[in-house]
């Protein structure tokens, strides 16, 4: 009996050290993103490479995303994210004015030359 009583305590003793051990070890990786805002285009035109000017991303608009950007992105470490135009509503907020964006004044966001944001609880 005092030899199983004995074994128990190595266990215990044992099992809480190693516990103690693994959940103390802990480590975070950070990854830091330098991307590029459109297409990296003009910047391969001069001869540059993402990789060499530390650009690990690239952030694109999807119609201009096309198979040989995505290749070429990924064999210099980029990882290349699509930029989707949502709540776009040129010409929505003429029909449907209840849905026009509004800013912390309450009055009417002006449109810009190429988006419209839309009041994102407008009803469908």
Do not use: Q
């Not at 001069?46 to 995303?65: C, D, P, R, T």
């Not at 290349?80 to 849905?99: I, M, Q, R, W």
């Not at 988006?115 to 407008?122: A, Q, S």
């Amino acid at each position: 009996m005092a030899t199983n009583l004995k074994l128990r305590y190595i266990y215990l003793y044992l099992i809480s050290t190693l516990g103690f051990v693994s959940c103390g070890s802990t480590t975070t990786k950070t990854v830091e993103i330098k991307g590029v805002y459109g297409n990296p285009k003009p910047l391969w035109e001069k001869g540059y490479k993402l990789n060499e000017l530390g650009v690990n991303a690239i952030f694109v608009h999807s119609g201009s995303i096309n198979e040989d950007m995505i290749i070429r992105a990924r064999a210099e470490g980029a990882k290349v994210y699509a930029e989707f135009a949502t709540l776009n509503g040129k010409g929505y907020v003429d029909t449907h004015p209840e849905a026009w964006a509004i800013n912390d004044k309450g009055t009417r966001v002006e449109a810009a030359t190429w988006f419209m944001g839309v009041c994102p609880t407008e009803p469908v």
